[in-house]
């Protein structure tokens, strides 16, 4: 078996099914099924059941999760003496696309001015990137969307914020609305966005069919389009724009905890001690 073969193994895991796993691994699918065909034939046994609706883990594929992604972990550790002679050694941080610029450009400013002497490195990855980056070592910390951390993490909360309706301020008055105004209405949808799939199932519940005339990935671009009357849109109540009022829709409860984290007594230690003090 190779290190390949475990990332891909992972990659499937983490995304819940081969198609995702291999957009995950950026790996044709075909190519990725047979590494992990070839991975189960040399363990002698299956890591998932494959079944119509989808794929779970077996008991001994989840016990081999755990194993893989320990070896990735330690993969890392074993460059790290290599990564740790070399001078100024930088900070790597994993940014959510998500986070609104305030937040992000003030925790940087923070956290570098807690050591002026260490350097970072930062770098845009969605959700489950950062998660799978942590997890091998790619990264030192991330500022994310914080869910139940992974056995000897660490988190550090710096702010919350949950889904609002971005409307127009000159066309819509302050105040709740029911996801029923966005039938047959013009939408901008966030592409980008870690809870896409739960607003959409909200408005299936609800039997709402707005009509989608843009997808986007950039949150300004999208801010712009709402402030200039053209539509609607689903995004975090911790976006501002002075052209751009954000209601709370009855039943929509998508709340976010932002903040940090990080593997315990990562960075020597140095990230247990100074987060705190932000």
């Known amino acids: 078996m190779d290190l390949k073969?475990?990332?891909?193994?992972?990659a499937v895991a983490d995304a819940g099914s081969f198609?995702?796993?291999?957009?995950?691994?950026?790996v044709t699918q075909p190519t990725l099924s047979a590494a992990i065909g070839a991975l189960e034939r040399e363990l002698g046994f299956a890591l998932f059941e494959r079944e119509a609706r989808g794929i779970s883990l077996t008991t001994r594929g989840l016990a081999a999760l755990e194993t893989?992604?320990?070896i990735l972990r330690e993969t890392e550790r074993l460059k790290a003496p290599s990564r740790d002679r070399q001078p100024g050694k930088p900070l790597r941080i994993g940014l959510l696309p998500t986070l609104p610029p305030e937040l992000v450009a003030a925790t940087l400013a923070r956290l570098g001015g807690?050591?002026?002497?260490?350097?970072?490195?930062m770098e845009d990855a969605p959700l489950a990137k950062l998660r799978q980056r942590l997890a091998n070592g790619r990264y030192d910390v991330v500022l994310t969307n914080?869910?139940?951390?992974?056995?000897?993490?660490?988190?550090?909360?710096?702010?919350?914020?949950?889904?609002?309706?971005?409307?127009?301020?000159r066309d819509y008055p302050r105040g709740r609305v029911s996801p029923q105004i966005l039938s047959g209405q013009p939408l901008i949808v966030r592409v980008h966005c870690e809870q896409l799939q739960s607003a959409s199932r909200i408005l299936d519940e609800?039997?709402?069919?707005?009509?989608?005339?843009?997808?986007?990935?950039?949150?300004?671009?999208?801010l712009a389009m709402v402030a200039a009357g053209l539509g609607f849109c689903l995004i975090p109540d911790s976006f501002v724009h002075p052209?751009?009022?954000l209601l709370r829709p009855d039943g929509v409860n998508l709340q976010r905890?932002?903040?940090l984290e990080w593997v315990k007594n990562a960075t020597d230690g140095w990230l247990d001690q100074v987060v705190p003090a932000l």
């Not at 951390?149 to 609002?164: C, K, S, T, V």
């Open 114 to 121: 807690l050591d002026p002497a260490r350097t970072w490195q």
């Open 19 to 26: 198609s995702a796993g291999a957009r995950r691994a950026f």
């Open 5 to 10: 073969q475990i990332r891909y193994f992972i």
């Open 68 to 70: 893989a992604r320990s």
């Open 146 to 169: 914080l869910a139940t951390p992974e056995p000897g993490h660490r988190q550090y909360e710096l702010a919350n914020d949950r889904q609002a309706l971005a409307v127009s301020s």
């Open 243 to 245: 052209e751009v009022r």
């Open 257 to 259: 905890r932002l903040g």
């Open 206 to 222: 609800w039997k709402v069919q707005p009509r989608v005339i843009a997808r986007t990935d950039s949150d300004s671009r999208a």
